[in-house]
Each structure stands twice: as C-alpha cells, then as structure tokens.
C-alpha cells in the first residue's frame, strides 16, 4: 500500500478506469469553445442532473462558468478525433471548430456538434471548487438521441470502443 499519494499517484491510478469521452461546448461573451471532459457523470434523476470537472486554468473554465447554458455531447467510437481536437489548449474557439460539423442553436448561435451519440442540453445548477478543478453541476433540459454507435472511452492513454458484454445486468426483481 502507498500512503504518500499525490497527484501523479491518483494520476497513474485513474488510468486504471474507463472514462466516458465527451465534448462540453459553451459560450459566452461572443466566444464559443469546446473541451474535452472525461469525468462526466449523471448525479440526479430528480432533478435530472449530471457532472464533470474542469480544470480552472482551462481557457473554456472562464466561458463555462459564465454561460447560461451548456451542451454536453457524447461521443460515437468513430469520434474519437473530436476528443483529440477539444483537448488541445493551443486553439482558439474558432479553430476548434474549423472542420468540425456542427448545427448552431436556434436561439443562441450555441455549437452542436453533429452526428453524436447523445446531446444533453443543461442550464447551470450548481459550481463547487475542488483543488486546481471546478466541478460543475448541470440540470439537463432537453436530450437529443443522436445518431446510432457505440461511444468512445479513454483508458490509460488511448481510446476504445465498448467490448463484449461479460456479465448481463440482472433483471429488477432480482437484485431485490
């Protein structure tokens, strides 16, 4: 057992555990931007209300906090390049989206990116800081099932798609 952890300790830990890939777009003050979050999860279903963290040096940090809304997309496992994009810190918001197919809303010009797996549309319920992180709390609003696919997960380093089932989910009246 190790009991001096730091952050590279949880670091090589974490790598350990498949994390669904998803993109988180915002805007605010006229700048739209992307980032890629690994740490999403649903927290509620009433509410009905998910999670991630983000880093608060993160240039989307500032946009994400400020917004008014956010668009939480689920990756499909031929997606994965899409990660790769909204993780890089070099881009502007522009250059984010250059190339990337994407709807903007209706009401508000918000990026959605096309053909994912799911779209979560949330307001802001909640900001809570956690270390050199910001988790945040989002009320989902409205979802879109998008296009059909399996999603993409990150696991020490590199992406994969969803393998065979090992164990089937026992029925309701059997986990009582």
Do not use: W
């Amino acid at each position: 057992m190790q009991t001096n952890v730091d952050g590279e300790v949880l670091r090589n830990v974490m790598r350990r555990v498949p994390a669904p890939v998803t993109v988180v777009t915002a805007q605010s003050g006229g700048e739209a931007r992307g980032i890629t979050i690994g740490s999403f999860v649903s927290v509620s279903l009433d509410p009905p209300l998910i999670t991630f963290n983000v880093h608060r040096e993160a240039r989307m940090h500032a946009i994400i906090t400020e917004a008014d809304r956010y668009v939480v997309h689920v990756l499909r496992e031929e997606q994965a390049h899409l990660s790769e994009r909204f993780a890089r810190a070099d881009l502007t918001g522009d250059e984010q989206f250059a190339s990337v197919a994407f709807t903007p809303a209706s009401e508000d010009g918000l990026p959605i990116l096309n053909d994912v797996l799911a779209v979560l549309y949330c307001r802001p319920y909640a900001v809570y800081e956690a270390g050199d992180h910001s988790i945040l709390v989002g009320r989902v609003e409205a979802v879109d099932l998008g296009a059909p696919g399996k999603p993409v997960l990150y696991y020490n380093r590199a992406y994969y798609a969803v393998g065979s089932e090992v164990l089937p989910v026992m029925a309701a009246e059997e986990r009582s």
